[in-house]
């Protein structure tokens, strides 16, 4: 247990450990706050990121995944003892200016708020959504693979446009602008 190797895995529970205790603390029951975590798990494997909150990631490069917990609909802020309530620019509908890609079907559960012009990476994988209410005339492409590389598999309709049934399966990442 001397290596470096150990004492980063040990970190990282602790800090998992820590998540799951504020999940806790904002009344989830054990089943659904370890749910959670899991699902940031996922996300934060496929899409490079660093969780900063029970429910709340930052992803490498820029961008911040809002994760809503398992079998909710969307967001909400788990940040226990934290006066001010974190907004997700992507409550339904997308705040003007943004790029905003949802997780489920009909800008459904959890969502990525992307507002500066670069790549940012997507972990949905399925069946998703997006409202692109940018400025006028904007549009959006979606790459296969992380940080705006590999094909361009969709360029969106310009702002404002969406799509309530989407496919997240051939996307790796959005550049927005």
Known sequence: ?????????????SS???????????HLGSAKANALQAKVDR????????QVAP??????GGGTVYVAVPGEAHFRDLTPGDSTVTADPCAEPAD???FCA?????????SIPMYQCHSYNVP???????????????????YTGINGAG??????????????????????SVVNC
């Open 43 to 50: 996300f934060i494997e496929k899409a490079d990121g660093t």
């Open 124 to 142: 949905f994988i399925g069946a998703g959504s997006w409202d692109n209410n940018q400025s006028t005339g904007t549009r959006a492409k979606m």
């Open 102 to 110: 949802y997780e489920g079907t009909y800008y459904t559960g959890s």
């Open 96 to 98: 003007y200016g943004y």
């Open 151 to 172: 094909d361009l598999s969709y360029t969106t309709r310009p702002a404002h446009s969406w799509d309530a049934d989407g496919d997240w399966t051939p996307v790796g």
């Open 55 to 60: 429910n709340l990631i930052n992803l490498v």
């Open 1 to 13: 247990m001397g290596t470096a190797e150990a004492r980063e895995a040990l970190r990282a529970d």
């Open 16 to 26: 998992k450990a820590s998540f799951i205790a504020q999940a806790r603390a904002a």
